[in-house]
């Protein structure tokens, strides 16, 4: 079940978001409106633990949109249903 989220109130809050969901962690995290330079080195540290990273619409090119989905396997499709709807 997903039911919490959290957020740090600065830009480290990218690299710590991408850095605790390999850590197991935290489970997952989405973010809109972020740069390719924003991305890319988080991106290959959940990719390269087994976690997965799409954009919001679960399509393989956030580093052109901008708004990523990361998140462990097996969480990862129950949050981008719970996130579709708002988006909406």
Known sequence: ???ASY??????????????????????????????????????LVIEAGG??????GKPNYLDSGNILAANPKVFKAMLQKIRPVLE
Not at 14 to 26: A, D, F, R
Not at 52 to 57: N, S, V
């Open 1 to 3: 079940m997903i039911n």
């Open 7 to 44: 957020k740090t109130p600065d830009k480290i809050y990218y690299l710590v978001s991408y850095e605790v969901i390999p850590l197991n962690e935290i489970d997952g995290f989405w973010e809109f409106d972020l740069k390719p330079w924003d991305i890319a080195a988080g991106a290959l």
């Open 52 to 57: 997965i990273i799409e954009d919001i619409y």
